[in-house]
DNA sequence: CGGTCCCGCCACGAG
DNA sequence: CTCGTGGCGGGACCG
């Protein structure tokens, strides 16, 4: 395998013009639900979406896996998700709610009465600043029919560390209390595993954060949630759940900003539908600059030293669109652009 | 300077 | 062994 040599080394050029914010989950995920959120769809395949989108592999494991968790998608197979899109969510959260119900109801223990309804009652003024049990302990409950807690072998001891679960977790927080605005260090206080010692547990908390605000990114991406700034340090979030409810949500209510379901995105979509296959099979993406046939056997080689010309100019020539919704169709279309071009330049879709 | 959090190494389990 | 997953944390980015 001599691949890393030479490949990408090149000088030590200025990448200047990335953006990371462009690269962040919430985008990603944004592309991802306007990829996939249109009827007639409902099989993802994660090479695709990933090669779509533009993004490594591991990236669509992040997003998928918090989406998973709030039923937005099933796990098919090896590679394969079954989209149901956000009309799985109600359900799935209901779900969530009496699973959480459960887990604290059902504690080893008779007298285990930590009331979930947390009474903020009415002290105003005087607060203390341990008051953290007001959500309960709600830890996850393994599969685990008895008290046993001896499987903590490695095997599942990495499942129970999963962003899947940390995300249900954290939604629980919400739906078990009756406060809709929680406070980044105060999940994160709340969702780790506060068993004891506090030395290993300063990166172990550091560690639980940084997966937190993935999972925030996520989710506020797809309007579960909102970031809110409360006081001058320390963000939080609040809940928005179901917009509309289980009922006839044809007018979405919430006069939210955001609120990018438009008709631009469904011709954004529709556009995308239609791929061309070139005879080796290679799927490209919603269109291909013009001029410039499918490629054939050859391309290989030079061109992947103007990819960067390409996406730097891109990015630097970027229109900010006031309009959401066509700022988002216009991120869509660049990653599409980029994506194949990125392609294009690698010339390789078969190793 | 500290809050965010992207990137991708590499462990783990299945085939 | 290869391959699909996805924990994990270094350190780049941003305000």
């Not at 998608?73 to 079954?82: E, P, V």
């Not at 979030?237 to 955001?258: N, Y």
């Not at 959401?324 to 071009?341: C, D, R, V």
Request: charge should be neutral; hydrophobic fraction near 30%.
């Amino acid at each position: 395998m001599s691949s890393s040599p030479s490949r990408f080394l090149d000088s030590g050029s200025k990448h200047h013009s990335y953006c990371r914010k462009q690269k962040s989950l919430g985008v990603l995920c944004s592309n991802f639900v306007s990829l996939y959120d249109r009827d007639g769809v409902e099989l993802v395949g994660l090479d695709y979406a990933a090669r779509q989108l533009g993004v490594e592999r591991r990236r669509i494991y992040d997003i998928v896996n918090v989406m998973e968790s709030v039923g937005v998608l099933a796990r098919k197979a090896k590679n394969k998700y079954s989209w149901i899109g956000f009309s799985g969510i109600p359900k799935a959260l209901k779900e969530l709610k009496e699973e959480a119900l459960r887990a604290i109801s059902g504690s080893d223990g008779p007298c285990e009465k930590e009331v979930l309804e947390d009474e903020d009652d009415d002290s105003e003024g005087q607060n203390h600043d341990d008051g953290d049990e007001k959500f309960s302990k709600l830890d996850n409950a393994s599969s685990s029919g008895n008290h046993i807690c001896k499987a903590r072998s490695a095997t599942d001891n990495r499942k129970e560390k999963s962003l899947g679960l940390l995300t249900r977790n954290f939604v629980k927080l919400f739906l078990t209390s009756d406060v809709d605005t929680i406070s980044l260090d105060e999940a994160a206080r709340l969702l780790l595993g506060d068993i004891s010692d506090l030395s290993n547990m300063r990166s172990y908390n550091a560690a639980k954060v940084r997966r937190l605000y993935d999972i925030a990114n996520v989710l506020s991406s797809m309007s579960l949630i909102e970031k809110i700034q409360v006081e001058a340090r320390k963000p939080a979030f609040r809940w928005l759940g179901t917009e509309g409810k289980p009922k006839t949500d044809t007018v979405s209510k919430k006069p939210g900003k955001a609120q990018m379901r438009s008709d631009d995105l469904k011709e954004c979509n529709l556009t995308a539908q239609k791929q061309l296959i070139t005879k080796s099979g290679y799927v490209f993406g919603p269109f291909c600059p013009a001029g410039m046939t499918k490629m054939d056997g050859d391309v290989e080689g030079k061109g992947e030293r103007s990819t960067q010309d390409w996406e730097s100019l891109a990015c630097s020539l970027r229109p900010q669109y006031h309009n959401q919704a066509l700022n988002e169709l216009f991120t869509h279309y660049m990653e599409a652009w980029k994506s194949w071009y990125s392609e294009l330049a690698q010339g390789s879709y078969n190793l």
